[in-house]
């Protein structure tokens, strides 16, 4: 017998309450042990398929038959919709850090590339670790786990665009770069580039990353709607924003003012993510936390 048919059935529960089969909704679930320990967070917009999934794949690896293994009781958490479910396993990963979640977990300090001019003119990347209340975000370009990674980025952002990696500070040296001397440079660095061009060029390259600012002075609330409500499942959630931040998801507006709101200032770039997203795509309604009035996305604007 292999290990992931040794595996006995776990028990199913929602919270304190135990039922015969998991919910065919969108939510979270947890993986636990015996002893209740959080073994594996996951997310589906119909937790029943994923949870037979997880037991009926051929291609499970010794890691994940071990998890299986081990799994006592799998807890389930429905939601209004994907949002939910995707912010509040974000978080939950975060917070609990599952033995099994390899992806997604807290890092300390997030790195962000900002641009400042040298003497000559010409704009350099400098590498910044921040909150988003130690950086202006509309002048921050991507958000990167380590300043290791956000120097990688820069270094390929440069040579796949052929700026100067010279006057853009990567490069120790006078005279030619070594880009320049292989053909891959457009001659900044010894002035057959003007600072303007390539600071245009640097600047578009990197538009597509730059950090949104969060349009909103005030706390909002993302409403979410359940398509057609499982008998389990909320028929609508209020997930609670502010700066980019996820700061839980309520049953009502009500209860979502009854939060302080001001722990919590790191920048999480999956939470980013997940927002820029789902309010690009206009699915759920944006509202004013203290007047409920709808906002418009992305200028921030009251909706009269």
Same mark, same amino acid.
């Given at each position: 017998m292999t290990l992931a048919q040794s595996a006995c059935k776990p028990q199913y529960s929602l919270g304190d309450e135990y039922v015969e089969a998991p919910p065919r909704c969108p939510g979270v679930y947890r993986f636990l042990d015996g002893e209740g320990q959080v073994l594996y967070?996951?997310?589906s917009i119909d937790m029943r398929s994923r949870i037979r999934s997880h037991y009926a794949s051929s291609s499970q690896t010794e890691r994940q038959k071990r998890m299986l293994h081990g799994t006592r009781r799998i807890d389930? %958490?429905? /939601? +209004?919709g994907e949002a939910g479910a995707l912010l509040l396993e974000n978080a939950a990963?975060? *917070?609990?850090?599952? $033995? !099994? #979640? @390899? *992806?997604? %977990?807290?890092? *300390? @300090? $997030?790195?962000?590339?900002?641009? /400042? +001019? #040298?003497?000559a003119g010409f704009l350099q990347p400098e590498l910044e670790s921040f909150s988003l209340e130690g950086l202006d975000v509309r002048a921050a &370009?991507?958000? &990167?786990?380590? *300043? !290791?990674? +956000? %120097?990688?980025?820069?270094?390929k952002l440069a040579r796949s665009e052929q700026l100067?990696?010279?006057v853009l500070g990567l490069e120790r040296g006078k005279g030619p770069c070594f880009q320049r001397q292989i053909g891959r440079c457009q001659g900044a660095c010894v002035g057959g580039e003007a600072p303007d061009a390539h600071n245009a060029r640097l600047q578009s390259a990197l538009a597509s990353r730059r950090l949104s600012a969060w349009p909103i002075? /005030?706390?909002v609330l993302l409403r979410e709607l359940a398509e057609?409500?499982?008998m389990h499942q909320p028929a609508q959630e209020y997930h609670l924003l502010h700066n980019w931040m996820y700061l839980g998801t309520y049953a009502s507006p009500e209860a979502a003012r009854a939060v302080d709101g001001a722990g919590g200032t790191m920048f999480d770039r999956d939470t980013h993510r997940i927002l820029r997203a789902t309010l690009g795509r206009g699915e759920c309604d944006l509202l004013? $936390?203290?007047?409920?009035?709808?906002?418009?996305?992305? /200028?921030?604007e009251l909706i009269p």
């Open positions: 967070v996951g997310k389930f %958490r429905p /939601t +209004a990963i975060k *917070r609990e850090i599952p $033995l !099994y #979640n @390899r *992806r997604q %977990r807290s890092v *300390r @300090r $997030l790195w962000s590339i900002v641009l /400042t +001019a #040298n003497a &370009y991507g958000s &990167y786990r380590s *300043r !290791y990674h +956000a %120097r990688q980025a820069m270094d100067c990696p010279g002075t /005030t706390p057609k409500p499982d004013d $936390l203290e007047s409920m009035k709808a906002v418009d996305w992305p /200028t921030g």
